[in-house]
């Protein structure tokens, strides 16, 4: 089975930029995966960040994080990013990447493979 794993995440100031990486290893086929991006803040219920098709070439986001995040893949370093710019402090949350082969999705129930999550603080 896949494994998962994010990084990048840390503390940064309001308007500033960080970039996640969620690096794949122990699946045949890394670039059959569809890869989405989740996250979760204290007392709120996981949002959809964004997500990207197996190729490359399908990429949709969440109406909070359009405009200021960029999703993008390297099938060749089975690794997935998430380009973020312009940060608000309400992006603060830890951030999941998650796989499946069904397609992507927005729906996080659709994702067979999850990673363990990378904090995201953003200060004011």
């Known amino acids: 089975q896949v494994q998962l794993v994010e990084s990048g995440g840390g503390l940064v100031q309001a308007g500033g930029s960080l970039r996640l990486s969620c690096a794949a290893s122990?699946?045949?086929?890394?670039?059959?995966?569809?890869i989405g991006w989740f996250r979760q803040a204290p007392g709120k219920e996981r949002e959809f960040v964004a997500t990207?098709?197996?190729?490359?070439?399908?990429?949709y986001y969440g109406d909070s994080v359009k405009g200021r995040f960029t999703i993008s893949r390297d099938n060749a370093k089975n690794t997935v990013y998430l380009q973020m710019n312009s940060l608000k402090p309400e992006d603060t949350a830890v951030y999941y990447c998650?796989?499946?082969?069904?397609?992507?999705?927005?729906?996080?129930?659709?994702?067979?493979?999850w990673g363990q999550g990378t904090q995201v603080t953003v200060s004011s």
């Open positions: 990207i098709s197996w190729s490359g070439g399908s990429t």
């Open positions: 998650a796989g499946t082969r069904s397609g992507s999705s927005r729906n996080g129930s659709r994702y067979e493979y």
């Open positions: 122990g699946g045949r086929t890394f670039s059959s995966y569809s």
